[in-house]
């Protein structure tokens, strides 16, 4: 196991994606504010997108389509991210608040 | 040991040494420039003309207590003055001082520029944020919203720019301009509106910089010293160096992109010199505007940046689009 | 080894580790930080690092833009919103150590558990021939040509997402 070649293997950028990918996923579920979870969907999206990246390079017959797909994440989750603050300032702006656990008009 | 490993490490030792020495004697000639230009002569005790002014400073600058304030987060108010200024000393790596002095020619030269000019805006949120001061989150947010503003005629001028060079390669931008009449500037074949194009992007580059005119997030009559009111000794050193950095960054990729980079006027002798010659005078232009205008308005500074810059730059983009098809 | 190690392939492996740490312990960070500052922190150099792992990944343009728009942009978006929106920093008190964590933590490692052994264990076919560099200009030209329509999608997406945040933001003014 070379330790210095790890950046030519496929394995290694698969298990840091899934890494990510898991990190993300345990930080949505556990974090109570909303702005915790927009960044935990961050995470998993680049997860997701680091996956796409190194199939690109090492598997794919026309490298151009990984790195387009790639990009086209970016925007979606540049998109994403403006919204989801925006809502978020809207709804701190009426509870106040921004804990998930808060947000309970609609409940019961 | 490799040689390539030799040139690296050389290249390195002397990026960080210029970026220190212009960051030491830009503020001499600021003193200065700022003292002939308010009628008066600035220092002149230590050594001939104060030139070991910034020597002393320095040393003054070190031997300061380090304060750290009680309540500030620990580990952001230690990192935001580094991020400021290692974004700014890695964007020398690319620029072309002479034909063979290129640090590293990286085929996407131009982009690299900018995004680490991007980090620099989070540097400014997390210094002004950990710092525990309402005055200093105010002047943080004010530089954010700032910053942001003026990146976008920022970016559009520069993707003017691209689509006429047709590549982001800085050495490869320089060579194509070997004579005045060639620079990016005055070339009309391409556009009319280049210097146009020049004067938005050289007020952006203020603008990023967070200098005056547009200097609102350290206003000092303001906001105590805005952002980095906290920070003292070596924090504050850092901020003042990575903001004399990118000011040295902004203009030399103004004369890059616009006035010819190390090429000669007339074709006979490029070489460094010139560079240097070109990014001094756009250097004490800069200076010049910082002790000549007064500062605005919040809300002007965003209105020319939103409501005029913004159209202009969006305007010269389809009008070099147009050219460049049609001639 | 320390023979090996001065070789520029030596330096770009460590590189390449340093590169990887940063990732995951950004990661890490992001998701367990108390304070939701610490948190934009470790995200920010999550995809610092992430540029990183794309550069090794032959395509320094994805890793320029990856700076550019995610820690220049979003990064600093939401370092804005904590800003405004959480004048009070740390989790809610009186939240009891529930089961909520172990649940997470438990779901979390089974997925990467799941996604690393579905990754090791299957033989992908490598393909034979690559159809063009993959360089920056392939990138444009594609973008440009028989990737169009992509463009034009996330030009739109963007624009309803400029037009959809100024109408949340007005809504305050009134």
């Known amino acids: 196991m070379d330790i210095l070649n ?45 996956n796409f990246m190194a199939f690109n390079h090492f598997l794919a017959p026309d490298p151009v389509m990984g790195q387009i797909f790639a990009l086209f994440i970016m925007g979606i989750a540049a998109a994403e ?28 | 040991m490799d040689s390539e490993l030799i040139r690296v490490i050389a290249f390195l030792v002397g990026i960080i040494a210029f970026a220190a020495l ?62 400021a200024m290692v974004p700014a000393i890695m964007s020398f790596v690319t620029i072309p001082f002479s034909e063979t ?42 530089a954010v919203s700032q910053n942001i503003a003026y990146e976008i005629p920022m970016l559009i001028t520069v993707i003017t720019m691209v689509m006429i060079t047709g590549t982001l390669n800085l050495n490869e931008i320089v060579a194509q301009q070997p004579n005045i009449s060639q620079w990016y500037i005055f070339r009309f074949s391409a556009s009319p509106l280049m210097p146009v ?58 004369v890059v992109l616009f006035l010819g980079g190390w090429q000669d006027p007339f074709g006979l002798y490029p070489g460094v010199w010139w560079f240097l010659l070109k990014l001094y005078l756009l250097i004490f232009t800069v200076i010049w505007i910082r002790w000549t205008f007064p500062r605005t308005q919040f809300y002007g500074l965003l209105n020319l940046s939103w409501k005029i810059l913004i159209p202009v730059s969006m305007f010269n983009l389809l009008l070099t689009a147009g050219f460049l098809k049609v001639f | ?75 600093v978006a939401i370092a804005f919103a904590v800003m405004l929106a959480e004048p009070e920093q740390g989790d809610k008190p009186g939240r009891a150590i529930g089961l909520g964590p172990f649940f997470g933590f438990i779901g979390g490692g089974m997925l990467v558990w799941g996604l690393v052994v579905v990754g090791l264990k299957t033989k992908w076919p490598a393909a034979a021939v690559k159809i063009n560099t993959g360089s920056m200009l392939a990138v444009g030209k594609a973008l440009l040509g028989s990737y169009s329509m992509v463009f034009e999608l996330i030009s739109v997406v963007l624009l309803m997402a400029i037009i959809g945040a100024l109408a949340l933001g007005r809504r305050g003014r009134d």
């Open chain 1, 6 to 50: 790890l950046s030519s293997h496929l394995n290694t950028y698969l298990v840091v994606g899934a890494f990510l990918f898991g990190a993300g996923f345990y930080g949505l579920i556990n974090r109570p504010t909303l702005i915790g979870m927009l960044i935990s969907i961050e995470l998993v999206m680049s997860g997701a997108s680091l």
């Open chain 1, 81 to 108: 991210a403006a919204i989801a603050l925006s809502i978020i300032m809207a709804v701190y702006r009426n509870y106040k608040s921004i804990a998930a656990e808060d947000l309970n008009d609609l409940k019961g």
């Open chain 2, 22 to 83: 212009n960051a030491a004697y830009l503020v001499w000639l600021e003193r200065k420039g700022a003292a002939h230009i308010q009628r008066r002569i600035g220092p002149k005790e230590v050594g001939p003309f104060g030139l070991l002014q910034p020597m002393v400073d320095g040393i003054k600058l070190m031997t300061k207590q380090i304060l750290i304030p009680d309540g500030v987060d620990p580990v952001l108010f230690r990192l935001a003055p580094i991020l």
């Open chain 2, 101 to 142: 002095l290129v640090a590293r020619n990286i085929n996407v030269g131009l982009l690299m520029i900018f995004a680490f000019a991007s980090v620099n805006v989070l540097a400014l949120l997390l210094g002004g944020w950990a710092s525990n001061n309402k005055y200093a989150v105010i002047s943080a947010a004010r």
């Open chain 2, 197 to 254: 194009a020049f004067l938005i992007f050289f007020i952006c580059s203020l603008a990023e910089t967070n200098r005056a005119p547009f200097d609102l997030g350290e206003a000092e009559s303001e906001l105590v010293a805005g952002f980095h009111t906290e920070y003292s000794s070596m924090g504050f050193g850092l901020f003042f160096m990575g903001e004399y950095a990118n000011i040295v960054i902004g203009c030399s990729l103004a």
């Open chain 3, 1 to 75: 080894m320390t023979q090996e190690l001065l070789t520029p392939q030596g330096l770009g492996g460590l590189v390449f580790l340093a590169i990887g740490a940063a990732t995951v312990i950004g990661a890490l960070i992001a998701v367990n930080a108390k304070s939701l500052i610490r948190a934009v922190t470790g995200l920010c150099l999550s995809l610092i690092g992430v540029a990183g792992l794309y550069y090794f990944l032959n395509s320094p343009f994805l890793a320029l833009m990856e700076i550019l728009i995610y820690v220049g942009a979003v990064g």
